[in-house]
């Protein structure tokens, strides 16, 4: 059975940083694109970042280029995204989601989901 | 203001179909596959429909998909209370070298 399980939200003030973290069973991680897709309280689906099985090729959304780094560990079947800079309108649940073989169709063909951690960022 | 655009809310009553339209732009539909997603409330999103018309194990044929062009359908027939839920489409965008997302379209069975 596939599990994705985010940890790693919190509060935290405007500028300051954060990890989340991802950890994934009951599939081949390494053989599979990852992604992180966030949502604003009340609001919708936000794709944030991605990375390639092998951790080669990385993608971000621009709102995120910069100041968000997405990273994994094949030896230890984990997914994480450091987030700097944090600002307000960061606020949200984030989600990692399992994607494709391919990257770029894979990216966002997203066939398992986490349940998501929550992060605010505010003073 | 999302890259693809979804209506923000459909209805309909029990046992009849809907439809879903997800409009984009030659750099995302109209090259790339589309994905639909359902989230249900306080729920994560679930994968529907992936390359444009296929089902992933497990779900329902009553749900289906059809694109054309810049364009993309979902359509949900013999509808059920409990498909109340935010429908999302999804593809990779050539111009932004990443994924989008349309804006959500909330489903009322009336």
């Known amino acids: 059975e596939v599990q994705l399980l985010e940890s790693g939200g919190g509060l935290v003030q405007p500028g300051g940083s954060l990890r989340l973290s991802c950890a994934a069973s009951g599939f081949t991680f390494s053989s599979y694109a990852m992604s992180w897709v966030r949502q604003a309280p009340g609001k919708g689906l936000e794709w944030v970042s991605a990375i390639s099985g092998s951790g080669g090729s990385t993608y971000y959304a621009d709102s995120v280029k910069g100041r968000f780094t997405i990273s994994r560990d094949n030896s230890k079947n984990t997914l994480y995204l450091q987030m700097n800079s944090l600002r307000a309108e960061d606020t949200a649940v984030y989600y990692c989601a399992k994607g494709g073989i391919t990257m770029v169709q894979g990216v966002i063909m997203l066939d398992y989901w986490g349940q998501g951690t929550l992060v605010t960022v505010s003073s | 203001q999302s890259v693809l655009t979804q209506p923000p809310s459909v209805s309909e009553a029990p046992r009849q179909r809907v439809t879903i339209s997800c409009s984009g732009s030659s750099s995302n539909i109209g090259n790339n596959a589309v994905n639909w997603y359902q989230q249900l409330p306080g729920k994560a999103p679930k994968l529907l429909i992936y390359?444009?018309?296929l089902l992933p194990s497990g779900v329902s044929d009553r749900f289906s998909g059809s694109k054309s062009g810049t364009s993309a359908s979902l359509a949900i027939s013999g509808l059920q209370s409990e498909d109340e839920a935010d429908y999302y489409c999804a593809a990779w965008d050539d111009r932004l070298n990443g994924g989008v997302f349309g804006g959500g379209t909330k489903l009322t069975v009336l």
């Open positions: 390359y444009d018309d």
